[in-house]
Nanobody, 119 residues
Framework: QVQLVESGGGLVQAGGSLRLSCAAS????????MGWFRQAPGKERDFVAA????????YYADSVKGRFTISRDNAKNTVYLQMNSLKPEDTAVYYC????????????WGQGTQVTVSS
């Protein structure tokens, strides 16, 4: 079992930055994939970025490439999403999730943190 708690959301002006954190409790293996997703009002949940816990592979949605950076701190069991050059269309609830080894789905989810970007 893995528990996830996100933090770091808030209100920011367009062009600004925020850093989201996702603290994980429970055993995290190096082959696990840690992902960030977001859901805007009235829309489906979309993939944002992911990282293998070993840190050697990262993935990004095209919409955030060059602006967002995913990273992890093994010692703190925490995954980060650094978001720069934020746009109003980045406004959403952001969730972190874990895809265990051998699973095709993200099986563990956090409660989400709200990010609002004003124009």
């Amino acid at each position: 079992q893995v528990q996830l708690v996100e933090s770091g959301g808030g209100l920011v002006q367009a062009g600004g930055s925020l850093r989201l954190s996702c603290a994980a409790s429970g055993r995290i293996f190096s082959t696990y994939i840690m992902g960030w997703f977001r859901q805007a009002p009235g829309k489906e949940r979309d993939f944002v970025a992911a990282i293998r816990w070993s840190g050697d592979i990262t993935y990004y949605a095209d919409s955030v490439k060059g602006r967002f950076t995913i990273s992890r701190d093994n010692a703190k069991n925490t995954v980060y999403l650094q978001m720069n050059s934020l746009k109003p269309e980045d406004t959403a609830v952001y969730y972190c999730a874990v895809r265990p080894t051998g699973s095709n789905t993200y099986d563990y989810w956090g409660q989400g943190t709200q990010v609002t970007v004003s124009s």
